[in-house]
């Protein structure tokens, strides 16, 4: 039986999202911050898109902006935005510096909204595309979803592709967001030498 590969990739489109707009102005709780979060993000029976203990995390690593008191901040709330979306392809490591490295540039709340609305205008538009792509790569490599071995090898083509982009990304935070430690390290490693 034939599956139509092009309604499988429109039904699996990210619709889902929390807007700059949609985050309170007052700072919230961290309870707060998990429904909100699950209200524009989570799914039926899916995963919380956030929990305490995530927050919790984020905070003792320096991924948000330290806390004052038991409330979070718009801008908090748009840092572990930021986490959650980055988290999907880069490291938490690379997640950090990416941050930091935002933050030490000056983009706080009203600049990380303005990423966000940003990548939201363009959301439609690049789902169109990347669904447009993904068929022409099928019609071109005579890729079918006919049977099981067809679909592996297609996931196994997701997989490559997926690969790809997340290199892509990895080398984005390299050269965009260099480590800080990594001058650090050499400066100790010339101390030991002399």
Do not use: W
Not at 73 to 100: D, F, G, P
């Amino acid at each position: 039986m034939a599956i139509d590969a092009q309604k499988l990739l429109e039904n699996s489109e990210k619709n889902k999202a929390l807007h700059p707009d949609d985050i309170p102005a007052l700072d919230l709780y961290m309870d707060q911050i998990i429904a909100l979060m699950s209200a524009h993000l989570g799914g039926d029976g899916e995963r919380e898109p956030l929990t305490r203990t995530m927050i919790h995390n984020y905070s003792k690593a320096g991924l948000i902006s330290p806390v004052k008191g038991k409330k979070y901040s718009k801008e908090h709330i748009l840092q572990m935005l930021a986490i959650y979306s980055l988290k999907n392809t880069l490291s938490i490591a690379q997640v950090k510096r990416v941050l930091n490295g935002a933050s030490a540039c000056g983009v706080h709340e009203k600049e990380l909204a303005q990423c966000f609305e940003t990548q939201l205008s363009r959301r439609d538009k690049i789902s169109r595309e990347m669904t447009t792509c993904m068929l022409h790569i099928m019609q071109e490599t005579d890729m079918k979803l006919d049977t099981p071995e067809d679909a592996l090898s297609f996931l196994l083509t997701l997989t490559d592709i997926t690969d790809t982009l997340s290199n892509f990304a990895a080398a984005i935070t390299e050269h965009c967001f260099p480590d800080p430690e990594v001058p650090k390290k050499k400066e100790k490693k010339k101390e030991k030498k002399e």
